[in-house]
């Protein structure tokens, strides 16, 4: 048993943990299958996995800026975080070794449900999130069944996290065809919920074709705003000046100290901005290099493993479609999430932590898909509901949790509320004794659904070979 358990946590420290291995190692897969020529095999793999890299280096240049943003805004809007008496750290260090084991068990059971049901359609590859979802799961668990083993723990935890990874892409995917409509890949991010909220509520504000965010008519003394990385650095570093001036200088001065001690504090707030502006650049550019490898290696396993499937992958590979959007997404969430914040603070409801990360990624990529339904209204709109859905979650969600990882509520997607909150309604009906009804249920209402789509699949095939009656 000691050595089962010592495999898959092996399988999830080292392949699901580590996003660039993971999808190097698919794209090998999928161009041995293939039968590709040796040189192809390497070439493409290595670049896949290099992109992965990359875009992983943008991400942590930008998101250093991000962090130090969240500190120095938080003492410009003079907020002081909330205090739990229990630690995320202290959570993985008792239940971390169960959260490992829930990954690759989930895996194993998402990929059978997948090679069972062709309707299923998606491989979810998100790896960093795949580790997160698995967290806020056993953390929930854990809130509802305390007594419960680790036996328990894991196969109950890996039976839902098996059904989300399914079903998310799934739900998803009418949205993803109006971004992507050759259904290359899947969405597998969770900021789902508030992205299907976007591509709902943004219907009635207009129509892409009239008002996209990337064919916006700008005066041409502001022609160079089409350019997202001039209007991204502009609009950055604008914010971050402001908020230099509003916050205490000696907090500032420490962020500052810790990319240059001898550095002003009104240089340091420009360079933030200059360096989130690369960090996105480097972020796009990795995105487009890892998906020319995994998307046409991918076939190899569609073709030979598992008929039928595509690759389920991060937020990031959607924005390439609308930057302008991305950005229009992240400035709006973020102004409404800061009004939020206020409005908590002066009515002592709940001092909120500006989720700086979250607020991009979330943002951006809700704006994507309600610029898809509605243009730039719809990008607007998907920022909104971005700062209100990651405020109120955070406010309602932190004493949830309050008895594992209350900072799961600040780190948290809109995804991770849903789940949260679906485990406290379903803890005083179920109880901690009938733990198991969590993933037997989830399971199975995966199936049923799966069962549908490939029947309605079946009937839609059926029509379109029935012979016309119309007169030639």
């Not at 750290?89 to 895996?107: E, M, N, P, R």
């Not at 909220?197 to 943004?202: M, R």
């Not at 179920?430 to 659904?449: E, S």
């Not at 490939?454 to 012979?467: I, M, N, Q, S």
Request: net charge neutral.
């Amino acid at each position: 048993m000691d050595v089962i358990k010592d495999v898959l946590s092996f399988l999830a420290d080292n392949i699901f943990g580590q996003v660039p291995i993971l999808i190097g190692l698919i794209t090998l897969v999928g161009l041995l299958l293939q039968r590709k020529r040796i040189e192809d095999t390497v070439g493409g793999a290595l670049r896949a996995t290099i992109g992965v890299v990359i875009l992983f280096i943008g991400v942590e240049v930008f998101t250093g800026g991000l962090t130090s943003f969240q500190t120095v805004l938080a003492s410009a809007m003079g907020t002081t975080p909330p205090k739990s008496g229990n630690t995320l750290t202290d959570f993985l260090g008792t239940h971390g070794g169960t959260v490992a084991l829930v990954i690759t068990v989930a895996f194993f059971v998402h990929v059978l449900l997948v090679r069972i049901f062709p309707a299923a359609r998606y491989i979810y590859l998100t790896g960093h999130l795949m580790f997160w979802i698995s967290a806020v799961t056993v953390a929930m668990l854990v809130t509802i069944a305390p007594d419960a083993d680790q036996l328990t723990l894991v196969l109950c935890g890996a039976g839902f996290v098996a059904a989300y990874w399914t079903l998310q892409p799934l739900w998803m995917r009418p949205l993803m065809r109006r971004v992507i409509p050759d259904d290359r890949f899947g969405f597998a991010h969770t900021s789902s919920l508030t992205c299907v909220l976007t591509g709902v509520a943004a219907r009635p504000f207009g129509s892409n074709e009239k008002h996209d965010t990337e064919k916006l008519k700008l005066p041409r003394q502001l022609s160079f705003f089409k350019d997202v990385n001039v209007s991204t650095a502009l609009i950055i570093s604008v914010i971050m000046l402001i908020a230099v001036a509003l916050a205490d200088s000696a907090v500032v001065s420490e962020q500052a100290a810790q990319l240059d001690e001898n550095l002003s504090p009104w240089v340091w707030g420009l360079l933030v901005g200059l360096r989130f502006a690369g960090g996105i650049a480097i972020l796009l550019f990795g995105v487009r290099m890892f998906l020319a490898e995994i998307v046409p290696a991918f076939k190899g396993v569609s073709d030979k493993l598992i008929p039928g499937t595509r690759p389920a992958l991060d937020a990031p590979t959607v924005f390439p479609a609308a930057t302008t959007a991305v950005m229009l997404g992240f400035v709006s969430a973020t102004a409404v999430f800061l009004g939020c914040l206020g409005i908590f603070a002066a009515a002592g409801w709940f001092t909120l932590v500006p989720p700086m990360i979250m607020l991009f990624f979330v943002g951006g990529a809700s704006a994507v898909f309600g610029n898809a339904v509605a243009g730039w209204r719809g990008a607007a709109l998907g920022g909104v509901l971005t700062g209100l859905v990651l405020a109120i979650g955070q406010a309602i969600s932190w004493s949830a949790l309050g008895a594992t990882a209350p900072e799961l509520a600040t780190l948290a997607d809109p995804d991770w509320y849903a789940i949260v909150w679906l485990f406290k309604a379903v803890q005083p009906i179920i109880g901690g004794a009938a733990i198991w009804t969590i993933p037997i249920v989830a399971l199975a209402v995966t199936a049923g659904i799966l069962l549908l789509l490939g029947r309605r699949a079946r009937r839609h095939a059926d029509r379109d070979l029935e012979p016309s009656t119309e007169p030639s």
